[in-house]
């Protein structure tokens, strides 16, 4: 099946640092959401993007849809403790018509405070 | 919110009994679905749900079935489980057609 190749696996920073991750497939992709998942809980929406270029801010986190349809960054700005977790791509394929989402496997975040 | 409730949020049961799991929605919407997360293996559909009785398989789908019976509950179920169920088993909604999907707090499923 298709996959989303997210990047890094893992970061470790220092509170007050930028983060930047991001995802790419092969195939072109509708619609792009980034989650945030801490232990114990599901995943929280962060940002939905629906149009290719656009960039969306949530706060200190700005996500951008890529150009090509095939790939979106995620930012996040002087980083703080709370922002420990894992953070998960996910896009909607173009082809198909379907309503399934394929998701990236996560960049696991540590902020040192 | 999602407004969804899981239940139960924790089980442990032995190989070969039947469980269902159930995934309650307050909010009408159209789309259900049902992950597992993994170690390794981030989260992969099981089966999803377009309507009242209307379901489809995912990419796991072997050994599991679903039923939709009313909008706001989508129950998954594993007929004989295996230890190779051991999991965390999320269930998702979405309102519409291109929405994104909101997720509950998870089910750990721990097959003995």
């Known amino acids: 099946g298709q996959q989303l190749n997210q990047s890094p696996q893992s970061m470790f920073i220092q509170e007050g640092e930028d983060v930047s991750m991001n995802c790419t497939s092969s195939?072109?992709?509708?619609?792009w959401l980034w989650y945030k998942q801490d232990p114990g809980e599901g995943p929280v929406l962060l940002i939905a993007l629906y149009k290719a270029g656009e960039l969306t801010s949530n706060g200190r986190l700005t996500a951008q849809f890529g150009i090509t349809r095939k790939d979106s960054f995620l930012n996040i700005s002087a980083s703080i403790p709370s922002d420990v977790g894992i953070y998960f791509c996910?896009?909607?394929?173009?082809?198909?018509?379907?309503?399934?989402?394929?998701f990236g496997k996560g960049t696991k975040l540590t902020v040192n405070p | 919110d999602a407004g969804i409730t899981q239940s139960p949020r924790h089980k442990v049961t032995e190989t070969g009994t039947p469980v269902t799991l159930r995934c309650h929605q307050t909010?009408?919407?159209?789309?259900m679905y049902w992950y597992r997360q993994d170690p390794g293996h981030g989260l992969r559909l099981i089966h999803y749900s377009y309507g009242v009785k209307d379901t489809d398989k995912g990419e796991v789908s072997d050994g599991y079935s679903v039923s939709r019976s009313k909008t706001e509950d989508f129950l998954l179920t594993l007929e004989s489980a295996t230890s190779s169920q051991t999991s965390v088993y999320f269930c998702a909604n979405q309102r519409s057609v291109g929405q994104p999907q909101h997720f509950g707090d998870g089910t750990r499923l721990s097959i003995l």
């Open positions: 195939s072109i992709f509708n619609t």
């Open positions: 909010e009408n919407h159209r789309y």
């Open positions: 996910a896009g909607r394929p173009a082809q198909g018509g379907s309503e399934k989402l394929v």
